[in-house]
């Protein structure tokens, strides 16, 4: 037997060798002991927590957990081998000392440090149909870093995202899941011949605070643009990728050359929102996670014998696992109207019971499907290089894990038919509700029920409105106002001037071109005299207290207010202030509720 199975290779364990320093995150070699001779060790979990089949689960790197025809001799590369403990180290039954040397441990051993509860030892990095979510865990994760980060597989997107962890703002992490048949028994499913498409993507946005999220479904038929993508070449080279305009946002991914760069491109033009990282999974992640963790459970309001899918479900409540779970997220005609998007609220059902699965002390407390997660996600997970390494996606997983999942909301992005289409195929952004949503995100603002952020919000602009806005209002018609551009949309000006006039009655208005230098936020300035005029304009372009600067001294007669529009302005009647609420219509969901799919 080689060095690194049951047998010894001139008695000496290599793992032995090492040891762990909690830190640096990283093993150094044990200092040599003469005469020291080390004693069997136990399996990597738990020498009491057997495999499902009854086995012990296998050691990083004996030849139990290696695949066949992958074989390998002790530490070829000068792998670390994984620290284990010592049978002949266990003291006596009448707790007296073990000989060997003083305090009856051999010479040069450490005294053991009190055993941690397997909860905090676990290396938790979990996963989602197509993306996956990593709860935190306790520095002890790397003590089998070496063997994870090798199955990790990561993708170099360039300047198309980075950053988010460890700052004091938001993370938006891309969540793909790509249709590329890759991986065994996959061969009927998604487009053949193809390099796959973005086909399931969810914008996970994790609030500052890290008090909540929202999850963004995003439709694979919406019709968009995407812009010219910057892809690196496996020889270093960089190549751009020529944009298209008006078609599936599916494409943003695996056609023509495009990256999951591209992708984070294309929904940052879309929403708005600085994607940061993403990261990608195809088929066998559903398939592979689902076994790991004992299965999913799923509610359906009536049977479903998807002749497609070749799901096979009877009504009521099911544990799912392995081929019947991709069957489950990926059937489409059982369902609602049979669309995709009723497939997406199907999908959002499964994510949110997977997280509750993943979350409970069953997953948690159990060291084989500990073992069997981690191997599983990290073999699934393509990244990019930002978070390319099991230390990374650690530090991510610490950030996040304080998240309750009752204030983890998941919603569709808003759209409606595409109405260049007779036979309805694609959608289209629904503007007056999409553009709201974004501005809840890029303001941070949540759509769960966190009592503490919405109590302090509410507390907040209420002093801003009594402060700012209480008082009369005047006419329409009686205020007077100059509309400068200080933003980047070209003649914004006008078109504001235009629908005031027209739609709003505010005749009294003028254009005053280009502001003397750009600004990030619309500002209104006004005298004292000017207030109830400066309170109706608020009120008719939803500006926000903020927005209102009040100067000392009071204008003439026809001197008018001085509306300057910034960078936050998005189009003429388009609220300026960012809703406290989700509009009427967007259905929503929170991952701490089961819902039957029908």
């Known amino acids: 037997m080689d060095a690194q199975s049951r047998g010894r290779a001139g008695d000496i364990d290599p793992a032995d060798q090492w040891v762990f320093d909690p830190e640096t995150g990283d093993y150094r070699l044990r200092p040599s002991s003469p005469g020291t001779r080390p004693a069997a060790s136990s399996s990597p979990a738990s020498s009491a927590s057997p495999s499902p089949s009854g086995s012990a689960a296998p050691r990083p790197g004996s030849r139990a957990g290696s695949r066949a025809g992958n074989r390998r001799a002790a530490s070829p590369r000068g792998e670390v081998p994984r620290q284990r403990r010592r049978r002949g180290a266990e003291a006596p039954a009448g707790g007296g000392p073990t000989g060997g040397g003083p305090g009856g441990r051999a010479a040069g051993r450490r005294k053991a440090k009190p055993k941690k509860s397997r909860k905090n030892r676990a290396l938790v990095w979990t996963g989602g149909v197509t993306a996956f979510l990593i709860v935190g865990t306790s520095a002890a994760a790397y003590y089998l870093y070496d063997h994870f980060n090798g199955n990790l597989s990561t993708i170099d997107v360039g300047n198309a995202g980075n950053g988010g962890f460890g700052t004091d703002g938001p993370i938006n992490i891309l969540l793909i899941g790509t249709d590329k048949r890759t991986g065994k028994g996959n061969e009927g499913y998604g487009d053949n011949g193809s390099g796959g498409h973005a086909d399931t993507t969810f914008l996970f946005h994790v609030a500052a605070d890290r008090t909540n ?4 479904s995003i ?11 910057p892809t690196k070449q496996e020889d270093g080279s960089t190549e751009i990728i ?9 494409n943003s991914l695996g056609q023509e050359g495009r990256d999951p760069g591209c992708t984070m491109r294309t929904v940052k033009e879309l929403t708005g929102l600085d994607v940061h990282h993403f990261m990608m999974a195809d088929f066998n992640a559903v398939k592979t996670l689902t076994t790991a963790i004992g299965g999913v459970e799923v509610c ?12 096979d479900l009877p009504a009521g409540k099911s544990t799912i696992m392995g081929e019947d779970a991709l069957a489950f997220v990926r059937t489409r005609k059982s369902f609602g109207n049979s669309s995709d998007l009723d497939r997406i609220k199907v999908q959002q059902q499964f994510l949110s019971s997977m997280i509750r699965k993943l979350k409970s002390n069953d997953t948690l407390t159990d060291p ?3 073992w069997k997660l981690a191997e599983a996600v990290t073999k699934a997970l393509t990244v990019d290089t930002g978070i390319g390494t099991i230390k990374k996606l650690t530090q991510f997983g610490q950030e996040i894990s304080g998240i309750n999942t009752k ?5 569709t992005l808003p759209v409606k ?10 959608v289209v952004l629904d503007e007056a509700k999409a553009r709201p949503l974004f501005s809840m995100l890029q303001n941070d603002v949540s759509l769960t029920e966190v009592e503490k952020k919405e109590k302090a919000a509410k507390d907040k602009a209420k002093k801003e409105q009594e402060a700012l806005l209480k008082g009369e209002r005047a006419a329409a018609s009686d205020v007077r106002v ?3 551009n200080g933003g980047d949309t070209a003649g914004a000006a006008q078109t504001t001037l235009t629908w005031l006039q027209n739609s709003q009655g505010v005749l009294k208005s003028s254009n005053g071109g280009n502001a003397p230098k750009k600004i990030a936020k619309t500002t209104l300035e006004f005298a004292p005299n000017q207030a109830d005029q400066a309170r109706k304009l608020a009120d008719l372009m939803g500006l926000p207290a903020s927005a209102l600067k009040q100067g000392t001294e009071d204008a003439e007669p026809l001197e008018p207010m001085t509306l300057t529009l910034g960078a936050d302005f998005e189009g003429a009647g388009v609220p300026i202030a960012a809703p406290t609420k989700a509009p009427e219509g967007i259905p929503q969901m929170e991952a701490d509720k089961q819902i039957c799919a029908g």
């Not at 020529?242 to 599916?250: A, D, M, Q, S, V």
């Open 482 to 484: 100059e509309v400068l």
């Open 407 to 411: 204030n983890i909301s998941f919603v």
């Open 213 to 216: 999220a929202t999850v963004l």
């Open 417 to 426: 038919d595409n109405p260049a289409e007779i036979v309805k195929a694609t």
């Open 242 to 250: 020529p944009g298209t305009p008006g078609t599936r946002f599916n």
């Open 300 to 311: 359906l309001e009536k049977p479903v014998k998807d002749p497609k899918s070749h799901l």
């Open 368 to 370: 084989g499907k500990m």
């Open 219 to 229: 439709p694979r038929d919406l019709i968009t643009d995407i812009p010219d993508c």
